[in-house]
């Protein structure tokens, strides 16, 4: 790997940066039902709901993924800019924690304790967010669509306030391993995955549905060592001609060029953490000095769980494109984007549910109720009082000049459960100015 890619993915902690927005609106806007507004709870003022957040603003994780709380915060302020909820400002507090998980802790405890924040909202990150979830929890703040597809956050009895919102790693995992085996059917087939809950969740998925047999290599990756060309090796040597990855971003296009360079083509498949197109190929187009770009990913076959960002004639797409070009049209549209902005959507939609003046409980009670439709989302929410999962499945795709195209079914699963196919899933019909 070139000493370019070997910078852009060190470590680069620096001190912990606050991010923090204030959103300017008029409170009392359009439709707010009539009421009194009370300071109900910490972070809940007659005016405003302040949330705080931990997100990689800077190192290793942050290509791509520190546009995730800047699309939550345009859609906040599309929210407050057309009266807020109940009449009040949202107020977004996310804060860079360089994927260290001692600053995560921190940080989380300065927004806790100083900051009063009412919920934390979509931390980023496993070993990140396992850092603070045991002090969320004896603070019984809620804990809101954690951004990790770890089952860990499945454990209502252990961590009643916390909840997932992305599909979880092993449904995806899941709904993979049947497509490999529906359309790959005698190939041998190989894994490359990170050595961690994000990867070892994916193998288990596929594990539930590709014959032993039929998997040739099993290789994994640590996310501090970017040379994969002895695994890739592996790979080409054992003969697979289907290889699953369940990579980050970086790391998907580290693989496909050493791929390259190594004349190795198989069908590569590969995990919606580590297939935005858009963030690849800018990925790519780095790595390689301007070399390779978009084109390298015709063919891969990905998955996911909202709107195509390709999708014009999409409504939440337009919606979402309409939102960045207001707010934040200096960062690329791709999934991140997309991403940022439906779970601040879901986040509006529970603050709607819990009431005009609600308690930290209500919030919780509101998902255990199964009270939230899965907006732009293609399947729907799990959440109940025994499941804290967000979405239950995906769609797979075939990635095409430059865009995720969908093709097939959609598919749900759960954890111990089988895959099935889901006729009537579809994003939810948008609601005015796509507000709840």
């Not at 007659?46 to 603003?57: D, F």
């Not at 858009?278 to 990925?283: A, E, H, P, S």
């Not at 015709?298 to 939102?323: C, K």
């Amino acid at each position: 790997m070139d000493s370019l890619a070997i910078r852009r993915l060190s470590r680069s902690w620096g001190t912990p940066v606050l991010a923090a927005v204030m959103l300017l609106a008029s409170c009392g806007g359009e439709g707010a039902p009539s009421g009194a507004n009370t300071a109900s709870a910490p972070g809940i003022t007659a005016t405003t709901i302040t949330v705080g957040s931990h997100q990689p603003l800077t190192g290793p994780a942050a290509s791509g993924y520190s546009e995730i709380s800047q699309a939550s915060n345009a859609y906040f302020r599309w929210v407050n800019d057309h009266g807020g909820v109940y009449g009040r400002q949202i107020k977004y507090l996310y804060v860079d924690d360089g994927s260290d998980p001692q600053a995560t802790s921190t940080v989380i405890r300065k927004l806790v304790l100083q900051d009063k924040v009412f919920a934390l909202f979509n931390g980023f990150g496993t070993p990140t967010h396992l850092a603070v979830v045991d002090y969320l929890t004896s603070e019984k703040v809620p804990d809101l669509f954690v951004a990790s597809g770890c089952d860990c956050w499945n454990q209502p009895a252990k961590y009643p306030q916390t909840f997932g919102w992305q599909p979880d790693y092993i449904i995806e995992g899941k709904v993979t391993g049947k497509y490999v085996k529906d359309n790959f059917s005698g190939q041998k087939v190989g894994y490359l995955y990170q050595d961690d809950d994000f990867g070892q969740g994916g193998v288990s998925g596929l594990d539930s549905q590709i014959s032993p047999g039929n998997v040739v290599s099993r290789e994994k990756y640590v996310p501090t060592n970017t040379d994969l060309a002895p695994q890739l090796a592996t790979l080409r040597q054992a003969g697979a001609t289907v290889v699953v990855l369940y990579t980050t971003p970086p790391f998907t296009a580290i693989t496909l060029l050493t791929a390259a360079g190594m004349h190795y083509n198989p069908t590569w498949v590969v995990s919606s953490v580590g297939a935005d197109p858009t963030t690849l190929g800018g990925l790519l187009l780095n790595y390689s000095n301007g070399a390779v770009g978009a084109q390298a990913l015709n063919g891969i076959v990905t998955s996911g769980y909202l709107p195509a960002t390709s999708d014009t004639s999409n409504d939440w797409v337009v919606l979402f494109r309409q939102i960045h070009d207001k707010y934040i049209a200096s960062l690329p549209f791709d999934g991140n984007v997309e991403y940022g902005m439906a779970v601040a959507y879901s986040f509006v939609q529970l603050m709607n549910r819990a009431g005009r003046n609600p308690s930290r409980q209500d919030v919780v009670t509101a998902l255990q109720k199964g009270q939230l439709d899965q907006g732009p989302g293609l399947v729907p929410f799990g959440y109940s009082s025994s499941n804290h999962l967000g979405y239950q499945g995906v769609r797979m795709a075939v990635i095409q000049d430059g865009a995720a195209k969908y093709t097939g079914s959609v598919y749900v699963a759960t954890v111990s459960g089988s895959v099935t196919s889901c006729s009537g899933c579809a994003s939810k019909t948008m609601p005015a100015n796509g507000i709840p």
